[in-house]
């Protein structure tokens, strides 16, 4: 299948996560699965396959040390298809975690709902809209309680 064939069943694939953290965000389904497990599952195994699939033909120079690097890397389009499947991963993974925590702390959903699209196509905008948007609400800027020994 073409990196460009992958690329947007990809970008097709996360919009269901997305629309349910929207519009259905405290049906069981939406957090417990969906939006948080199976999405970004498959779209790790897309990742993964993309990698395992482009074995010995990464580009002369490719890495990840410095831009130049980078570059030559995501001049294969797989690598790059790769990459960007990554951000669709973590940016729906992290739009789900911003609508648990909003319900966790009493956050109103209509609060959350603007920094999901942010989330979606700016990945850190979402998440520093939401996480002033948290402290706003909490007056406390940890996000998570200390583990007790």
């Known amino acids: 299948m073409s990196a460009e064939s992958i690329f947007s069943i990809c970008n097709i694939a996360v919009l269901p996560g997305w629309l349910l953290l929207v519009f259905l965000p405290k049906w069981k389904w ?7 497990v199976i999405i970004p599952f498959v779209l790790g195994i897309v990742y993964v396959s993309l990698f ?3 074995i010995g033909n990464y580009p002369e120079g490719g890495g990840f040390g410095s831009v130049e ?3 030559i890397a995501f001049s294969n389009p ?13 940016d729906l993974f992290v739009g789900a975690w911003e609508v648990r925590d ?18 979606f196509m700016l990945g ?6 939401y996480l002033l948007m948290r402290f706003i609400k909490t007056k406390n800027i940890q996000i998570l309680e200390p583990v007790s020994a």
């Open 52 to 54: 395992i699939s482009q």
């Open 78 to 90: 797989y690598f790059l298809t790769a990459g960007w499947v990554h951000y669709l991963a973590f």
């Open 69 to 71: 690097a980078v570059s």
């Open 102 to 119: 909003a319900q966790k702390i009493g956050l109103s959903h209509w609060f959350v709902i603007p920094c999901l699209p942010l989330t």
């Open 30 to 36: 939406t957090l417990g699965l969906i939006a948080t």
């Open 124 to 129: 850190p905008t979402g998440l520093a809209v």
